[in-house]
């Protein structure tokens, strides 16, 4: 690689979060837990990446209190004794590695894992709904609503309680938060509902406004968004800048610090109409509308399509240079990596030192936490 890499180097401070420099290991669901507790084989599944470089770990999705809040079996809990001191090993060996790591914590909604399994309890969303007009569980209660917001603002409260250097919340990809921004799965009249994206996002900005009083003000709070839904890949919540803009600022005020802005390709501009094709990306508009700092991710490191390494084919990319262009306009602030790090664990280090062959995904990769 002939271009210098310096600019993914770059320290990164917010807050109480220091970070070493711009590379983040994106949640990505792993589902290796015995009964929701992470145990040794999952601390050095983390303290590899941090061993390799990567500036931020973000854990795989963590499920809060909630009777029906994962869609398999395998997910990893963030509540009770024996999670949260599996957790605790967590930490513990990604700090012993130098790294710093968040959990990511969510609630899946009413949406379907990709096998069978199925929750002893029924599944809930805003109005019943896994997409537009197809029912699946039951619509929260206002106590339902209530418990939910606590149970998050619980859950940060253990992070921080357990030594993680931050939490994100999962308000993307068709989950629960999200559901509740979109207008095809919140059908409610009440106050959690409504017509605007900037009232739909009322739910999402009271779980923010509870867990910055559970972690205080020093501690940076990140909040992963999505225009694509899993249910649907060509969803949009915000068709225009504008519209972007009141979904937003209810997050901000509500205290959200850096927003984890995901697209399926992070070198796809958001708004060509506007912009133009080489334009801004997801993560370069809610920078540009908010002044946050925020988190890029999608595709990095990698050749192929979502769907086709999954199906087998080659997957892995060199060429970086698009990446290092962006960071250096300061587009975005840092930088998630996702499935090239399941295959290559030391991708970062290999990266700023040229030595290494990088090794693209493969799916097989997933039939083991290395």
Request: glycine content about 10%.
């Amino acid at each position: 690689m002939s271009r210098s890499t310096d600019v993914l180097f770059t320290p990164f401070q917010l807050k109480s979060l220091s970070l070493a420099n711009c590379i983040v290991m994106a949640p990505m669901t792993r589902a290796f837990t015995a009964e929701g507790v992470p145990g040794k084989a999952n601390a050095d599944y983390y303290r590899r990446r941090a061993e390799g470089g990567v500036g931020l770990i973000l854990s795989e999705g963590t499920v809060i209190d909630r009777p029906a809040s994962r869609n398999m079996a395998g997910i990893p809990f963030f509540h009770g004794d024996e999670a949260l001191s599996g957790w605790k090993g967590v930490i513990d060996a990604v700090h012993s590695a130098g790294g710093r790591m968040g959990p990511q914590i969510w609630h899946t909604g009413s949406t379907k894992g990709p096998t069978d399994w199925a929750p002893a309890s029924p599944v809930e969303s805003p109005s019943g709904l896994l997409s537009p007009e197809e029912p699946r569980g039951k619509e929260m209660s206002e106590e339902d609503i209530a418990d939910t917001i606590a149970a998050f603002a619980k859950a940060a409260a253990d992070a921080k309680r357990l030594g993680f250097d931050t939490v994100e919340v999962r308000g993307a990809h068709g989950y629960l938060v999200d559901q509740f921004f979109w207008s095809g799965t919140n059908k409610r009249t009440d106050r959690w509902g409504g017509p605007s994206i900037k009232e739909r996002s009322r739910f999402a900005a009271e779980v923010i406004k509870a867990i910055c009083a559970s972690v205080g003000e020093a501690f940076p709070l990140i909040l992963r968004i999505s225009q694509w839904k899993q249910q649907d890949f060509a969803s949009r919540l915000a068709e225009t800048p504008d519209l972007m803009a009141d979904w937003l600022q209810p997050l901000q005020e509500a205290g959200v610090d850096i927003f984890h802005c995901s697209q399926r390709r992070f070198w796809q501009p958001e708004y060509p109409e506007i912009d133009g094709e080489q334009g801004l990306n997801f993560a370069g508009w809610v920078k540009k509308l908010t002044g946050a700092a925020t988190i890029s991710v999608g595709s990095v490191g990698l050749s192929g399509d979502f769907m086709g390494a999954f199906a087998g084919e080659a997957s892995i990319s060199t060429d970086i240079s698009n990446l290092l262009e962006r960071l250096e306009r300061n587009e975005f602030d840092l930088i998630a990596v996702g499935r090239a790090l399941i295959s290559d664990p030391e991708w970062p280090s290999k990266v700023r030192n040229g030595g290494g062959e990088l090794k693209g995904f493969d799916a097989a990769a997933l039939g083991e936490l290395a």
